[in-house]
């Protein structure tokens, strides 16, 4: 089967067991309701609510190649976030340090300390940038990236107070703080809740062991270590702090516009979804990439295996019946049509009237085409003959099926006001013809000796006597089921 239609076989699947859990939840809970509220009741409920959280929606493969494709734009984006943050704030530290002299050893290796730590930053943009454009590692780049800035920032705060003694009550006051927010703005950019949940988790914890893992000081001490430290409150180090506030914008604005990008891709596949199921059959429209309507707008030739199936005899049920009741009739056909089309992986091309044309192998040829449209159409006779013996029809509906493979052109012709998919070539002549065979033949499921050898049952079928198809210049030979 195609994996289009197994995605969607699976989702129905999984909506309906989702469905049917809610439907269980909500009666537990008006049950519950009966029940005195107690600690391990409210324990349980928040659980099961986190649960229900937890669990990822099924989603398209259109909706996952979307995701991947904005994922590694914002990988790209990160990465050139964090190149041009790092230089900005790089260059406001120079700048601002400058034109001053420290005699302070502790102040010269804190500004290197920030300096290199700013110079990694921007190497890890880099880094995150190229191997995103190379499609390495797309999945767990946001967390890698996320992890090494954590650890440059919190190793910065680290090296102040364990490298040089600054207390780490004193954090909050040195630049490099400012980056957490920048490097949270920076993983926000991937849309991950769980990334977002776990880089603020690393940095809470990070943090909080700089500010209580040490001795508590006194106030005295806490004054007297402030006073060595007003250099960190002058304008230059003013200055770094409004280039962070400035960078955590950019990057911001960078989140905006990644969500705005995400947003009018999401319309435009919609759109594209929307406008494909007007032409297109609908068991194709859900599963073409962009690549492959292209493919199919220019035309190509390609093998398939194709069903005819025809109501015989259909006039005396359109005089026989009302208008009303003929069109519940027809419905009922073309919904056991799109069963057995379904069962076996064909793409119904159009319905003509009381008829349809169902193609295996499309948009691309598989293993096993020919062997499903046979079994295609020896389901759909089951089906009508449930169908008789359900509604007891006088006379009964019978069917002619006529199956085929061989190469046809498919494509998407006509100009943009009226497009339409089809299939056109010899192939699908002759299928109509075997149809129509069915009629001199008096057997209802008739096959060209080329899609039985395709499908590997020369020994369930059985060779035919017919007359020549007409239109048809090659000799044909037509095959029944054997028994």
Known sequence: MMPGLTGRKEWRNQSVMRVES??????????????????????????????????????????????????????????????????????AVVVAT??????????????????????????????GA??????????????????????LVLGNLGYSHWGLGVPGGFYSVFPVAW??????????????????????AVYVVGLSLLAFGGDMLSLEERQQDLSAMGGLFSAQANMIRIVMVFAAGLILI?????????????????????????????????ILTDQAFASLRQGRRIPVSLLFVDIRASTTFGETMEPAQLAVF?????????????????????FTGDGA?????????????????????????TLIERWNAKRGFNPPVRLGIGVHTGDVFCGVVGDESRLEFTVVGETVNIASRIEQATKAAGCELLASQETVMAAGEEELWSEVECEPL?????????????G
């Not at 190229?130 to 650890?151: E, G, V």
């Not at 957490?180 to 977002?196: F, W």
């Not at 048809?472 to 030979?477: A, D, F, P």
């Open 22 to 91: 809610g439907v269980d939840l909500t009666i537990s809970i008006l049950e519950n309701r009966r029940k005195p509220v107690t600690s391990r009741s409210r324990i349980r409920a928040t659980l099961g609510l986190l649960d229900n959280l937890r669990t990822t929606p099924v989603l398209s493969d259109a909706t996952h190649r979307l995701i991947r494709e904005a994922d590694t734009g914002a990988l790209q984006r990160a990465g050139v976030a964090r190149i041009i943050t790092g230089g900005l704030l790089l260059l």
């Open 98 to 127: 400058a034109s001053i002299d420290f005699t302070n050893p502790m102040a010269v290796k804190q500004i290197w300390a920030a300096e290199l730590t700013l110079a990694l930053f921007g190497m890890v943009g880099w880094v």
């Open 130 to 151: 190229w191997l995103a454009s190379k499609r390495i590692a797309i999945q767990s780049l946001p967390i890698i990236t996320a992890l090494l800035d954590a650890f």
């Open 179 to 200: 980056v957490v927010p920048i490097t949270m703005a920076a993983a926000a950019i991937h849309y991950q809740p769980r990334l977002q949940v776990f880089v603020a």
């Open 254 to 286: 960078l989140v905006a516009r990644q969500g705005r990008l995400m947003l009018e891709r999401a319309v435009r596949e919609t759109t594209l979804r929307v406008t494909l199921t007007r032409y297109l059959p609908r068991e194709l429209a859900p």
């Open 330 to 350: 027809i419905t009922s056909f073309r919904r056991r049509v799109l069963r057995a089309a379904s069962r076996h992986g064909g793409v119904i091309d159009k």
């Open 357 to 381: 044309l169902i193609l295996f192998g499309v948009p691309a040829a598989q293993e096993g085409d020919a062997r499903r449209a046979l079994a295609c159409g020896q389901t759909l006779l």
């Open 470 to 482: 007409p239109g048809v210049t090659r000799k044909m030979v037509l095959m029944k089921p054997a």
